[in-house]
């Protein structure tokens, strides 16, 4: 592949996005409440619970059943001729975090959006993913609640397929015969995509809004929030983008078989980075990289008994905190089990993983400037600073690993 082709190809591909940026600034698409209020990547909070709203018969937006029968014939869920089929519109509640019991190998958990019939139970799980990893069996778990009555959809921006791990657990762990131990795509359960289904599905609630202002702008600031997090342009720049891509199909295939790559690689080197000076600065730790950069758990661990901290998350994908900034913790494996009492670091966010990191500290590269590794903007910054600034670059690490030692000095009394 020639480098003057892909040059060309993301120099054209700029001017199509810096064009879009101009067309967003003049609408005023950038000031977008959800955005504002830090509220992009929040699946329960903001995602399930905002698209629970406008599915439920009884939700304020005061338009029955309008939004829910535009959803079902959206996923093709109606049967022939708009016939309500298993789902009676009249008698639907749509619950979020609907709580299945006590987790199992097979059985229990949250299923973020349930919408159910209020007599014979008959209904849609949508498990939604945004960012977050998939956990062990979870797909599974859900399907086996109430399986012959429950129709299980798999939620993501592009519709992307489940890890292997959710659909599946070992042969040797069933806990009843009754229950599968195993699901396949396409019969047990279905893919769904913020892109190909709830973003043309907001459409159509949006048309139906034309008599409630307020109503139809926030479902607008929704749409420009789905468009931004799926990477969608306007339809004209949309199509600009489509004639230089196959004016350039192989130039454009091995950028995108590249992209994901270039960004571990400079996600790694900062990491290993950190991972070298805090091996120089701590001596009598145990200090290890866990799993790559591209999973959940990427975090580095810091060992010294009975304490156990961590830095995380290098992937920027992180669960553990909604804003996905990097921060270094002390972990907790047992949350009922109180191993010291720091007030200067207590956890004192709303989240359900804080009893297993109680005390946590956000980490910097400039002043009140955090660290989110989902942020190209920063990805690029670092490139660029180990490249062609070293010394920037060396003084960057150094001031993260200084915040790391003081926090981890604070716990020397304990």
Partial sequence: MEISKLDNLLKLTNVILEKQKEVAKIKGEDFNIFSILGMESKEVKTHSRFIAELLNPKGRHNKGTKFLKLFLNQISYLGENNKEKYINLEKTEVITEKYIGKKTNLTGGRIDILIKNVNDGNGIAIENKIFADDKDSQLLRYYNFQKKDNKLYYLTLLG?????????????????????????????????????????????????????????????QYIILIKKLTKILDMEKQNELNNLMLSNLEASEFIANNYYNTLNKIKENFRDDILTKLINKFNGFEIKNETNVDKIHSKIWIYKEPFKFGIESFSGNGFNFDNKNLFVGLFKPDKNKL???????????????????????????????YINMRDNKFIKKLYLLKNDEP????????FIVEQVDDFIKSFKSE
Avoid: A
Wanted: glycine share 0%; proline share 4%; hydrophobic share 25%.
């Fill in 160 to 220: 992307s397929e489940p890890d292997e791990k959710s659909v599946k657990v070992n042969s040797n762990d069933i806990e009843n015969n009754n229950l599968k131990n195993e699901i396949k795509k396409g019969e047990d359960f279905f893919l769904l995509s913020y892109r190909d289904d709830i973003l043309p599905w907001l459409e159509k609630c949006y048309k139906e809004t034309t008599s409630q202002p307020i109503l139809r702008e926030t479902i607008k």
């Fill in 339 to 369: 191993i010291c009492n720091n007030d200067d670091f207590k956890n004192n966010i709303e989240n359900k993983y804080k009893d297993y990191w109680p005390y946590i500290k956000w980490l910097e590269y400039e002043n009140d400037k």
């Fill in 391 to 398: 010394k920037e670059y060396s003084k960057m690490i150094d």
